[in-house]
């Protein structure tokens, strides 16, 4: 697997890396977990993401890698959530990170993002929220003194307020998620520009949608639901004619086109089994695609640029007759 510079960090990470979520309990079985960690640390995979409000991910990943004999793998993690802590409360800040460090069975954080800090009514980080000013900052540079962290980031999903916060420079890397696959892009207009400015790490989440691009839906796409507008499903209908077009399937192109921007450092993946991981691995090792491919990607974008003002920011499959009133 290549292995690409992690912005002004310096780490060389490899450009498909493990996603947490999908370790934990909430969705998935710890035995098929482990047995898909090892194995893509075995491929040569060296970077994993996870984070305390990923229910039990810290833990399980700690555990797995109690097993691993060869080198540590790069390790990020979050801090933000889950509750109660005071966001600018240095003291319990520098404590969550002591308590995923011993969760995760290591000494230390490679990578440290504050999670989801441009989210309204999420947690109250800044002094300054234009200058991204407050005692989280302090914190930070105090555990980056002592050791206990080497690198920081900034971690969300709403891509105007995210690019703001990339912007002042203050971290090393971003962690973009939902908003840059196949037909989800937001992060192309700001975050993305930003993070090249800065010489940030740009490591991209969600390529997949939350399964929205992990599966064809021909069915519903076709006879719609509740929650799907016209424009969307006519988007996924072109794009499905392209798979079609093309022979590919469709987690194959949704790899390979986050990939294809040179500005993105690495893709994060979540394989609940050896066989996904191996799914997705084939994928990115295929490379960026080709032109005409992109140009034609780029196109059935550009249907629908902005997401539909109803639309649920994960879709969801199996409610097909779901009211839209329970979405907003």
């Known amino acids: 697997m290549e292995k690409v510079v992690l912005g002004r960090t310096g780490m060389e990470v ?4 493990l996603g947490g979520l999908f370790m934990s309990d909430l969705v998935g079985d710890f035995e098929l977990s482990k047995k898909a960690t090892l194995f893509a640390l075995a491929s040569g995979i060296n970077y994993i993401d996870t984070a305390p409000s990923y229910f039990n991910s810290e833990t399980v990943l700690g555990n797995i890698l109690k097993d691993w004999h060869g080198d540590k793998p790069f390790i990020s993690t979050k801090i933000g959530m889950p509750a109660p802590f005071d966001p600018k409360s ?30 309204n009514l999420y947690l109250d980080w800044w002094e300054d929220p234009l200058t991204c000013t407050g005692p989280v ?8 003194k002592s050791g206990m962290i080497k690198y920081t980031g900034v971690g969300g999903t709403a891509a105007h307020e995210l690019a703001m916060v990339c912007d002042t420079g203050k971290f090393d890397v971003v962690l973009t998620a939902f908003n840059y696959s196949l037909l989800w892009r937001e992060a192309q207009y700001e975050i993305l520009p930003a993070a090249k400015k800065h010489n940030m790490g740009v490591v991209c989440g969600s390529p997949l949608q939350q399964g929205a691009l992990a599966v064809r839906r021909d069915d519903i796409i076709e006879n719609g639901a509740p929650w799907i507008s016209l424009p969307r499903r006519n988007q996924f209908k072109e794009l499905y004619k ?3 077009d093309t022979g590919m399937d469709i987690i194959e192109m949704s790899m390979r086109f986050v990939i ?3 500005i993105v450092s690495c893709v994060l993946t979540g394989s609940r089994s050896e066989e996904e991981f191996i799914s997705n691995y084939k994928s990115v090792e295929k490379g960026p695609l080709p032109k005409d491919i992109l140009e034609r990607l780029d196109e059935i974008y550009n249907m629908v640029p902005f997401r539909p003002s109803l639309e649920p920011y994960i879709l969801p499959w199996g409610n097909e007759r779901r009211d839209l009133g329970e979405l907003v």
């Open 14 to 17: 490899t450009k498909m890396s």
């Open 260 to 262: 294809s921007n040179p």
């Open 242 to 244: 392209l798979l079609d």
């Open 137 to 144: 900052i302090d914190a930070m540079d105090e555990m980056k």
């Open 90 to 119: 240095k003291k319990d800040i520098i404590e969550s990170v002591e308590i995923s460090i011993e969760k995760l069975h290591t000494d230390h954080i490679d990578l440290l993002f504050v999670h989801e800090p441009e989210r």
